[in-house]
């Protein structure tokens, strides 16, 4: 067996013994494994390194190191059935240079746990077999102490007096904060938090229940806003999109939600959200008519998109 195909048949083999799932015992997960120690063919365990990379330079270091050419649409393969394993067992870390890089960053990176690194080095030695014992009955706490250091990350989001939400850290769900905590109660008081999105999940919070009952019933390819509130005293649903590097409410995301929203027996409001006047300047050309803007660093204050009532359904 040639060098190369010598070591992508260790890291299976430690992947095995590490205790993954026989989805990740192949050998796309044992390349990712090899380019985030930058273990080339003609290197040595004693000598890993450890790059911060993200999953394009993972699939080029591939390439130009082991020959194994993957197609540009594997990158959601590689993130999601071997990247995420890797992070949820603690083997990699998740964008430990900035913790609270949104995860839709095109700067997203990823880089051996220091304690695997150590470990990994003692491959083929004497050592390997006590101290691959020793990493995995210590893992579950290294794991553990990861989880806890991204949780104190995220956003916190106070719906009500009783409850809070999580939201993955970024400048999208900072300003959905916003939305919900400054908007809500100065343009909608009283109102209820039906949807808000999350970039991590997809979906932060959503009482499907209320929003079926309001007639609306919204499958998994229906593209929701960012917000969604229902405004009891008026029977209004505000449909809200919070704006930090893209989409507003043109004219075809004004088509798209009516037609989503088209069963509600509640009237429709729609409101484009930014964090400051700035990025709104980028967008005003494309908003709608007959929608409302918000701005949330003047959140006393709502701009009207013309049209014969302010902040109402049409």
Avoid at 247 to 257: A, C, I, M, Q, S
Wanted: proline share 6%.
């Amino acid at each position: 067996m040639s060098e190369s195909h010598q070591y992508i048949s260790d890291a299976i083999s430690i992947l095995k013994q590490l205790g993954f799932p026989p989805k990740q015992q192949q050998e796309r997960s044992a390349l990712t494994l090899l380019a985030l120690l930058d273990l080339q063919p003609d290197g040595k365990w004693q000598d890993l390194k450890a790059p911060l990379m993200g999953v394009t330079p993972i699939m080029d270091w591939m390439n130009l190191n082991y020959q194994k050419q993957y197609a540009p649409n594997s990158r959601e393969t590689v993130r999601r059935q071997t990247l995420h394993q890797f992070v949820s067992a603690g083997l990699i870390l998740y964008n430990p240079d900035e913790p609270n890089r949104p995860v839709n960053s095109g700067k997203t990176v990823y880089q051996i746990e220091p304690n695997a690194k150590v470990l990994l080095q003692n491959f083929g030695t004497d050592q390997w077999e006590s101290n691959i014992e020793k990493y995995l009955a210590d893992r579950d706490t290294l794991v553990s102490k990861y989880a806890k250091e991204r949780e104190h990350l995220l956003v916190p989001v106070q719906i009500d007096s009783n409850t809070e939400i999580l939201l993955t850290p970024g400048s999208h769900s900072e300003l959905i904060k916003k939305i919900i905590e400054d908007f809500a109660p100065r343009f909608a008081p009283n109102s209820t938090l039906i949807y808000a999105g999350d970039t991590g999940s997809k979906v932060g919070h959503f009482n499907e229940t209320l929003l079926a009952e309001l007639g609306v019933t919204i499958n998994k390819h229906g593209k929701m806003p960012d917000v969604v509130l229902y405004f009891s005293e008026k029977d209004w649903l505000i449909l809200i999109e919070s704006v930090t590097s893209h989409g507003p409410v043109d004219g075809k995301r004004h088509e798209e939600l009516a037609q989503l929203f088209a069963n509600s027996s509640a009237g429709l409001v729609y409101v484009t959200a930014f964090p400051d006047r700035a990025i709104m300047r980028k967008y005003l050309g494309d908003i709608a008519w007959e929608t409302e803007v918000w701005v949330a660093d003047a959140p006393t204050h709502l701009i009207h998109f013309n049209g014969v009532r302010f902040l109402g359904p049409y």
